[in-house]
């Protein structure tokens, strides 16, 4: 669970005055740091109580689903097994995981210490992100890294029908796989943060926002180095098809021209919202609640993708 110093913090901004914010100390030390949590939460529940949007748990919550589907990839590609049950119960319904194994990497390569370290961060952000919500916590959904990948891979023209493709099959498969993932978890922190209302949870966000940006920058350098400018179009081509009209999603470059960090005329790296999260995460272009990477859906309240139209 979170140290006194986060529920300390969460309580400070999160109450609107000085008097509300001395009941709540006065409540947390009645309670106890889990009565706190409770108590931030409801308040925090009454402050939206007449605004629209998700309420920071569903976003948090939402959050959580994706890093459970990370760090499931990166776990079984750099050991061959993924999260303890410990860290997959919760709300909703608990699913297993389908496919994923150790990659054979070159042992000592690069690619295999990114990887290493990749997995172990995306273990701790479900711990993170599940001691934030504390009983709030979604329990990891079902999760396809089988059947997904090939889908993804025929979608963007990586492969022909009759085939398959597994990114553990070898270290340029898994770089593949991973690029599928890592810039979709950024432009999803990114589109989510001016709905979480509690700064000291959207400084959190904002945290491992910029760490999957690392993730994706590491996925995308190695991929220019190693020449896979093409089908790293393909897969953003793919991903682009999927969640709307705009052409939102960038390759990695060229080989005179790189674009390593995807960003807008401005400098700034581009939003996605979860609807279209979404649709890339089920593997359609169409308004559903289930499907490609999550055969039975996210847990929590956001879990319809978008529509054709985006």
């Known amino acids: 669970m979170f140290d006194q110093k986060f529920i300390t913090n969460a309580m400070n901004r999160s109450a609107e005055n000085n008097l509300d914010r001395r009941r709540l100390f006065r409540a947390a030390g009645a309670a106890g740091i889990g009565g706190a949590v409770a108590l931030l939460s409801a308040t925090a529940a009454s402050a939206r109580a007449d605004q629209a949007g998700p309420s920071d748990s569903a976003i948090l919550n939402f959050a959580l689903n994706l890093e ?20 997959t119960d919760g709300k909703g319904r608990r699913g297993g995981v389908t496919g994923g194994s150790q990659v054979p990497f070159t042992a000592g390569s690069l690619i295999q210490k990114y990887a290493l370290e990749i997995a172990a961060d995306e273990k701790a952000h479900v711990a993170f992100l599940r001691s934030a919500l504390g009983q709030a916590a979604v329990a990891r959904p079902q999760i396809d890294l089988d059947a997904s990948f090939t889908a993804a891979a025929m979608a963007a023209g990586l492969i022909t029908a009759g085939q398959t493709f597994s990114p553990f099959a070898d270290e340029t498969s898994f ?4 690029f599928i993932f890592e810039d979709v978890g950024v432009t999803a922190y990114k589109g989510a943060a001016p709905f979480i209302d509690n700064k000291t949870y959207l400084e959190a966000a ?5 760490v999957e ?17 093409a089908p790293a179009q393909a897969i953003s081509d793919a991903r682009d098809s999927l969640d709307g009209t705009t052409d939102l999603d960038q390759g990695i470059g060229t080989a005179q021209v790189a674009n390593l960090v995807p960003t807008d005329a401005n400098g700034l790296a581009f939003s996605r919202t979860p609807a279209q999260v979404l649709n890339i995460a089920y593997l359609t272009p169409e308004s559903v609640k289930s499907g490609g990477f999550f055969p039975a859906g996210v847990n929590g309240s956001i879990k319809q993708s978008g529509g054709t139209a985006g």
């Open 175 to 178: 770089l593949l796989g991973a």
């Open 68 to 87: 459970y589907l990370e760090a499931e990839f990166y776990l079984r590609a750099v050991t061959g097994y993924g999260l303890a049950d410990n860290l």
């Open 213 to 229: 940006a690392y993730h994706a920058g590491i996925i995308r350098t190695t991929m220019y180095a190693l020449d896979l400018q």
């Open 206 to 210: 904002a945290g491992i926002l910029a």
